[in-house]
């Protein structure tokens, strides 16, 4: 009924109030992705006026863990509550966050009112992604592809611009505030042209089920970040935090086929194709944000490009994957087909992977440009048909748990794969630095956080000349890795079955008056 009623709703806005929701959409999705890309920024200023250097990595786990730990839920409360409220509330919780956090006074406080603004943040991705699962059917979303990959894109390239113009000129508190008069019209236009039918559920909120997710969460979040890192993989405290997580997600399925509401129906995954695209979206954000971390890395330390524009570096691999997402929006929109893009996007991110693996100290930068632009194109093929399919694999009720299970799985593979890829990395760089230039070479490695460009060339030949060699061999390493796990996206793509796109034509479950709507935006 609420499905019916949602979709009826749609039809009496007219398409310029569509176009203002969806902008707000945008702006929201944008807050979403540009915060820690500008706060990483603007941190060595943070921790100059609050100090606090020793605890430095919480402000960026605290947001991360709330973030991780509350996706679920949103998606839930937006289902069983209405979408409407229950996003402007995470839009109103992010923005009280950020405006706490740039009024922090010491570090504790920061981290305290980061893990606030991650709580807002967990829905706001999700909000955007079921109700724009509410107003576009399937079949006409691929148009939107584009626009959504575009802004990703432009979070990731602008981020780090934005966030050293912002802290050079006004401030590191700014890196926060600026948040606040863009969430505010957000907000406003959401509340004025947004129209969704309220729901009010008669089912209590499964608490238990959310507590067991929450911690499962948590625990895996910190293992992650941890891990090799504050504590050795082998120590008592990550193996507690290994057998509390899965303690808690054990209980937490048993207990899902249990609760009169669950948090995650799991008959949701009896859906091959939302289980497939559970699997890829998770190889999707293991390889994406490894890549992301590394690459800049890579090119500073090897090729000796400027820290200063890291966020350019990463445009072929960026450009690459908006081209290949409008287009594959196009041709799914146009013909309703999509099974081509899963196949061929994993294949092609496991060959941009094993090509990024072969680059070495002599690679130039056009070389290396190709080869992100190959995996650029995978990526474009799999970001939004992952949740488009999984979108389409559900029920209308169903719409915010699938939008946020999506989601969660994605940032879920960016935990473990910036874990698992950085363990191997900084393994691998240590050994090669003992190889080459011994104990100079571990006095180096210690420092090797700091190392960009300007500091490689204050060393001995000898000592930069093994760093370079060293880092080369990390990411060979961490990218040959990537490939190995990018085959495993590339077999579920495989069993993927092509069902046909909700609105491709009159259907039962979604009346054709949507269609109209869709196409006028």
């Given at each position: ?38 706060i ?51 839009i ?24 606030v ?69 957000a907000l ?7 129209h969704?039918?309220?729901?009010r ?18 625990a ?39 609760a ?20 890829i ?15 800049p ?15 350019l ?21 146009n ?6 893009f ?6 092609l991110?496991?060959v941009g ?22 995996v ?43 874990a ?91 009346p ?10």
């Amino acid at each position: 009924m609420a499905q019916t009623q949602a979709v009826d709703a749609v039809p009496e806005k007219p398409a310029r109030s569509v176009r203002v929701v969806l902008l707000a959409l945008m702006i929201t999705m944008m807050l979403a992705m540009l915060d820690n890309m500008i706060i990483g920024t603007a941190m060595p200023t943070i921790v100059g006026e609050l100090g606090g250097l020793e605890h430095l990595s919480w402000v960026v786990t605290s947001y991360t863990l709330a973030t991780a730990a509350s996706t679920p839920l949103w998606g839930k409360l937006g289902d069983m509550y209405g979408r409407k409220g229950v996003f402007m509330s995470s839009i109103v919780l992010f923005l009280v966050g950020s405006m706490l956090s740039g009024m922090a006074q010491d570090m504790g406080q920061l981290i305290g009112f980061r893990a606030v603004q991650g709580l807002g943040a967990g829905g706001l991705m999700v909000g955007v992604m079921a109700i724009i699962g509410d107003l576009i059917p399937p079949r006409e979303r691929g148009k939107y592809q584009g626009m959504m990959a575009g802004v990703m894109a432009l979070a990731m390239i602008g981020g780090p611009l934005v966030g050293g113009t912002i802290t050079d000129h006004w401030g590191w508190r700014w890196a926060f505030y600026i948040n606040l008069p863009l969430g505010i019209v957000a907000l406003l236009a959401i509340s004025a042209v947004l129209h969704l039918p309220k729901k009010r559920a008669q089912a209590r909120i499964d608490y238990l089920g959310a507590a067991l997710l929450t911690v499962g969460i948590t625990a895996i979040v910190l293992v992650t970040t941890w891990g090799g890192t504050e504590y050795a993989w082998t120590s008592a405290r990550i193996m507690e935090l290994i057998g509390i997580g899965v303690a808690s997600l054990v209980g937490f399925v048993f207990w899902q086929t249990k609760a009169a509401e669950p948090v995650l129906p799991l008959h949701i995954f009896r859906s091959r194709n939302f289980t497939l695209m559970s699997v890829i979206g998770f190889i999707t954000g293991f390889v994406m944000f490894g890549a992301t971390l590394f690459l800049p890395l890579y090119q500073q330390s090897v090729q000796g490009a400027s820290a200063t524009n890291s966020g350019l570096l990463l445009l072929p691999m960026l450009g690459a994957m908006l081209v290949t997402s409008m287009v594959a929006g196009r041709v799914t929109t146009n013909s309703g087909r999509y099974y081509v893009f899963p196949v061929v996007g994993s294949a092609l991110m496991v060959v941009g992977l094993y090509l990024l693996s072969t680059m070495d100290t002599g690679t130039s930068r056009l070389v290396s440009g190709v080869f992100m632009a190959v995996v650029g194109l995978g990526m474009g093929c799999l970001m939004q048909i992952t949740m488009l399919v999984a979108q389409n694999s559900v029920e209308m009720k169903d719409m915010g748990v699938a939008s946020s299970s999506t989601t969660l799985f994605r940032t879920l593979g960016s935990s473990f794969g910036v874990a698992i890829m950085g363990a191997l990395f900084n393994n691998r760089v240590g050994d090669v630095m003992a190889e080459r230039a011994g104990a100079l070479g571990s006095k180096v490695t210690e420092q090797s956080a700091q190392l960009d460009a300007a500091s490689l060339a204050k060393l001995p030949e000898a000592a930069r000349e093994a760093y370079q060699h060293a880092v080369s061999a990390g990411t060979h390493s961490a990218f040959l890795l990537g490939a190995v796990v990018a085959v495993v996206s590339l077999i579920a793509a495989v069993f993927v079955k092509e069902v046909p796109l909700k609105g491709a034509g009159p259907k039962e479950d979604t009346p054709t008056p949507t269609t109209p709507v869709a196409e006028a935006v």
